[in-house]
């Protein structure tokens, strides 16, 4: 690595702090469209296409919640963990796990972002906190939209 590419990382504003780090439940890939109406108040028809494909089962994992400290766009967001963006994914009975049994790690300010794949094309599903329940949708993950670091969005990865 070159000299200049060392220093472009070293001084590379943060995007990110860590919030925590938590256990994810071994998921056996199978999620069906019950256990997505179960736990979003409101999902979007694209949340509810894209959770319902079958996955990979997926052993017992931890996760690390960070939190956004200053505006940035997916592909900043999540590059700044990793340029391996596989290494960032969850699958998509992971998300459901993490919504269902870790909601109070969700930012109740902004979203929570996860980033997934399905047939060799990222997404992103995010989950705001409203009075009456969980609200799903999902953005591709090349979309231009700047998340604001002021409202602390939340994003959640593999611990790496």
């Given at each position: 690595?070159?000299?200049?590419?060392?220093?472009?990382?070293?001084?590379?504003?943060?995007?990110?702090?860590?919030?925590?780090?938590?256990e994810?439940?071994?998921?056996d890939?199978?999620?069906?469209?019950?256990?997505?109406?179960?736990?979003?108040?409101?999902?979007?028809?694209?949340?509810?296409?894209?959770?319902?494909?079958?996955?990979?089962?997926?052993?017992?994992?931890?996760?690390a919640?960070?939190?956004?400290?200053?505006?940035?766009?997916?592909?900043?967001i999540?590059?700044?963990?990793?340029?391996?963006?596989?290494?960032l994914?969850?699958?998509?009975?992971?998300?459901?796990?993490f919504?269902?049994?870790?909601?109070?790690?969700?930012?109740?300010?902004?979203?929570?972002?996860?980033?997934?794949k399905?047939?060799?094309?990222?997404?992103?599903?995010?989950?705001?906190?409203?009075?009456?329940?969980?609200?799903?949708r999902?953005?591709?993950?090349?979309?231009?939209?700047?998340?604001?670091?002021?409202?602390?969005?939340?994003?959640?990865?593999?611990?790496?």
């Amino acid at each position: 690595m070159n000299i200049f590419k060392k220093l472009s990382m070293i001084f590379r504003p943060r995007l990110l702090r860590r919030v925590k780090v938590l256990e994810l439940d071994a998921c056996d890939g199978k999620v069906d469209i019950s256990l997505v109406d179960k736990v979003f108040a409101f999902a979007s028809s694209l949340f509810k296409d894209l959770m319902v494909v079958v996955g990979l089962a997926t052993p017992q994992m931890k996760v690390a919640v960070y939190e956004l400290v200053r505006d940035a766009k997916f592909v900043d967001i999540f590059t700044s963990l990793s340029s391996d963006l596989d290494r960032l994914c969850l699958t998509q009975g992971q998300i459901i796990e993490f919504c269902r049994n870790h909601s109070e790690d969700l930012s109740r300010d902004g979203i929570t972002s996860f980033l997934f794949k399905v047939n060799g094309e990222y997404f992103v599903a995010d989950v705001r906190v409203r009075s009456d329940g969980l609200y799903a949708r999902v953005c591709r993950f090349g979309d231009g939209g700047v998340w604001r670091g002021g409202y602390r969005p939340r994003v959640v990865v593999p611990q790496l």
